[in-house]
Nanobody
Framework: VQLQASGGGLVQAGGSLRLSCAAS????????MSWFRQAPGKEREFVAA????????YYADSVKGRFTISRDTAKNTGYLQMNSLKPEDTAVYYC????????????????????WGQGTLVTVSS
């Protein structure tokens, strides 16, 4: 599975961005796609996830109510709509996938995902 993330950029606080993650190669009908982010000097952290089959979604507390994860199964593409952006949202955002549904015990951690996109930078100015 190859993942290609796009959509990052510079936005003012309070603004919005939509990230995309296009999947290609071998795809799995019953897998999960997630977004992680990594700010300078910090560890990579979970942001949101979606089960490709069924569409169940999961969010970090820090983005609940502001970010929305979705997917277009026909285009094999996942999205992260980010609204009400804050300077603390500044980070490189990565999409990731695993060939199993989201698991509340493990899927919040980067090591649970074997497939990663290249990252896209989101900068939120104050």
């Amino acid at each position: 599975v190859q993942l290609q993330a796009s959509g990052g950029g510079l936005v003012q606080a309070g603004g919005s961005l939509r990230l995309s993650c296009a999947a290609s190669g071998r795809t799995f009908s019953n897998y999960a796609m997630s977004w992680f982010r990594q700010a300078p000097g910090k560890e990579r952290e979970f942001v949101a996830a979606i089960n490709w089959s069924g569409g169940s979604t999961y969010y970090a507390d820090s983005v609940k109510g502001r970010f929305t994860i979705s997917r277009d199964t026909a285009k094999n593409t996942g999205y992260l709509q980010m609204n009400s952006l804050k300077p603390e949202d500044t980070a490189v955002y990565y999409c990731a996938a695993r060939s199993a549904p989201f698991n509340s015990l493990t899927s919040y951690y980067a090591h649970a995902y074997p497939y990663w996109g290249q990252g896209t930078l989101v900068t939120v100015s104050s």
